[in-house]
């Protein structure tokens, strides 16, 4: 096997590790309605995961996802009840609107030379202050589309249910993992976090790519965000808070490198079914409370963490480090 | 780097704090009224000393992490911890003194923990602060046990609402630690390592600095920063909210310090300067609440203030500005 596989094959087994033991547990979990929930409840945020994976590809990060889906889930909201626009004029205004977002925060990022930390930060307070100012309010959405788009699901064998938004994240996905690995927009990524001066004297356009990266993540985010709207059909401004570190803790897990230039779209996949697997599990189990779940993820994290440490220490060896002193 | 004493008053953080005060007063022109009432004094300033104290707190640790170019994104969770000990503690009867030092203690255990990570396994630091960041609060809640702990004991409500000399205790504990911290580091060649660290850190290893043992004294200090902070908002309100104590002050922690100019490379800070950092978010939060704007627009300009500081620092500006005035100081070499 490929070397630079090992990290994304070891989370697939552990999932499927963790998946046998619980099957294990509960034989319910062994069914397709647990399969197609798994798609369908984790839907917004392993399309938001993408976004962050390629970001984190690059070396930066993006804390404004969360906020972005409860700013895209209120403009919905409120342009379909309140304005009366159709649902998908609203949804194309949206992801607009997140695009443009995402690319000032890319200009901002790359011309003022700061890092994407801090400035995905102040996107952050400025889609999150802008959502409570359109509303305080959660309004709710009563449309014949969002009703037929919840009736389109393939059921199958077994009682599951294909629902479209979890389809539309596994597309996202596919789409995703042809960007990363088959574009030119995909190796430019790749390049640039593994060393940005070096790419920019490649010849790779590093303004272009980091404006490009940012809107891909906030309009994914916005994506996300509609989908969370069809998911609760209603926009609140506090929706999905903290959604940007469940999806940074999914790509950790799926294999790609904090530092950038190494990670797999396939593996943020990975990394959210076994974020879900963990709520799951808990819900079957019944007498873990809900916290669990956080010291579950956290413990999750470390252990994946830990884990790349330990393989990219194996498979390429370091020079010597100064400080064994 | 020794400047006349008014030219140092006149740092852009002062000046913007001043203004941030003075806008306050024009919106609602009692702003500078103190009054003394129960042997202590009362007033908005007063009051952006009090709700300002454990962003200030936590402002003083960050100052320190990000200076050797890490970030400690698990602090807001590290207060709620700390808060569900010292609170839990004191229902189980423990005396206040055992459960206020047994929540710093844990403070303290889980800047080590971070420090451990940052240091010894080499993990950045925003993954290597994001585990406990995300594994904090549900900690917190187990200790907790999911409700929100309540207490009644005078000694602990003390440290969160008392007054020292007039001034609010916690604003108190703040100036003490800000004045210890920076002595330790000003009046010390710890400053200097940890700038050396944040500059470059093999090279500072090489230069013989045990780069490892102060990284994880680095963190370990912005746990117990956190601790204490834990403690004071956990006081305040008589109570351990696991789920909201500290949500999102990381943030706020992060913006102080970079207010204060610490540069987010590394390598450049002040943690006076952070304090009043923490002071200009606190000023603008209590700006909006009492001239009667609605709380949301707090988000949009702490937004809005982020950006013009990026604009301020950037190097991008700083060639443009420089190129106008070149009589002033030359542009700092990278």
Not at chain 2, 211 to 230: D, N, P, Q, T
Request: proline letters at 4%; aromatic letters at 8%.
């Amino acid at each position: 096997m490929k070397r630079s596989l090992r990290p994304l094959a070891a989370t697939a087994v552990i999932f499927l590790i963790a998946y046998a033991l619980s099957v294990a547990q509960f034989p319910g979990m062994l069914s397709t309605r647990v399969l197609g929930n798994f798609l369908t409840d984790n839907a917004f945020l392993g399309i938001a995961a993408v976004g962050m994976t390629f970001v984190i590809i690059s070396g930066g990060i993006d804390l404004s996802v969360g906020a972005v889906i409860g700013f895209t889930g209120v403009l919905v909201a409120v342009l379909i009840s309140w304005l009366g626009f159709h649902p998908l004029a609203a949804f194309a205004i949206a992801l607009g609107v997140a695009a443009l977002f995402g690319a000032a925060m890319g200009v901002t990022i790359h011309y003022l030379q700061v890092p994407s930390f801090i400035v995905t930060l102040a996107g952050m307070f400025l889609a999150r202050g802008g959502a409570s100012v359109i509303t305080q309010d959660s309004v709710p959405i009563n449309h014949d589309f969002y009703s037929a788009i919840s009736d389109l699901i393939i059921r199958l064998p077994g009682g599951g249910r294909l629902s479209f938004i979890g389809l539309l994240m596994v597309a996202v996905f596919l789409f995703g993992a042809l960007l990363a690995h088959r574009t030119r927009f995909g190796s430019y990524v790749y390049a640039l976090g593994g060393n940005p001066v070096s790419a920019s004297l490649m010849g790779v356009p590093v303004a272009r790519t980091t404006i490009q990266i940012y809107m891909l993540s906030s309009t994914l985010a916005a994506l996300a965000g509609i989908v969370f709207s069809l998911y609760t059909s209603a926009g609140y401004p506090l929706a999905a808070v903290g959604v940007e570190l469940d999806a940074i803790s999914a790509v950790v897990i799926g294999g790609t490198l904090l530092t950038g230039g190494y990670g797999f779209v396939l593996g943020t996949f990975v990394g959210v079914m076994l974020l879900g697997l963990v709520q799951t599990y808990i819900i079957f189990d019944g007498t873990l409370s809900s916290w669990w779940t956080k010291i579950v993820i956290g413990v999750l994290l470390f252990l994946f963490i830990v884990l790349q440490r330990v393989i990219f220490a194996a498979s390429a060896p370091r020079e010597e480090q100064p400080e064994k002193v | 780097m020794k400047r006349l004493h008014l030219e140092r008053l006149a740092n852009p953080q002062l000046l913007a704090l001043v203004a941030v005060l003075l806008i306050n007063w024009l919106l609602f022109p009692n702003f500078f009224r103190i009054t003394w009432q129960d042997g202590r004094l009362f007033g908005s300033v007063i009051d952006v000393l009090n709700r300002g104290a454990p962003v200030a707190i936590l402002a003083i640790g960050m100052t320190a992490v990000i200076a050797t170019k890490g970030v400690d994104l698990s602090v807001g969770a590290i207060m709620a911890v700390c808060g569900a000990v010292a609170a839990t503690m004191v229902v189980a009867g423990y005396p206040t003194p055992v459960a206020v030092i047994a929540a710093l203690a844990v403070g303290l255990a889980c800047g080590l923990w971070n420090g451990f990570l940052v240091a010894v396994l080499d993990i950045q630091p925003i993954v290597a602060t994001l585990v406990l960041m995300v594994a904090g609060r549900g900690i917190a809640q187990l200790i907790t046990e999911g409700y929100i702990v309540t207490f009644n004991d005078p000694a602990l409500i003390f440290i969160g609402t008392g007054s020292f000399l007039g001034f609010p205790m916690a604003a108190v504990i703040a100036l003490v630690l800000m004045l210890l911290v920076t002595l330790l580091v000003r009046r010390t060649a710890i400053g200097l390592f940890i700038q050396a660290i944040g500059v470059n850190r093999a090279a500072a290893s090489l230069a013989g600095i045990h780069s490892r043992m102060l990284l994880v004294l680095v963190y370990a200090l912005s746990g117990f920063c956190a601790a204490i902070a834990g403690i004071i908002v956990a006081a305040d309100i008589r109570g351990a909210d696991a789920n909201n104590s500290g949500l999102w002050l990381e943030l706020d922690a992060i913006l102080a310090v970079v207010i204060g100019g610490t540069s987010l490379l590394g390598g450049k800070f002040s943690i006076p300067l952070a304090v009043v950092g923490a002071l200009i978010i606190q000023a603008m939060n209590t700006g909006i609440l009492v001239s009667g704007f609605p709380p949301e627009f707090n988000l949009i300009v702490k937004a809005g203030m982020i950006i013009l500081i990026l604009m301020l620092q950037s190097p991008l500006v700083g060639t443009v500005m420089g190129f106008f005035k070149r009589d002033t100081r030359q542009a700092a070499p990278k």
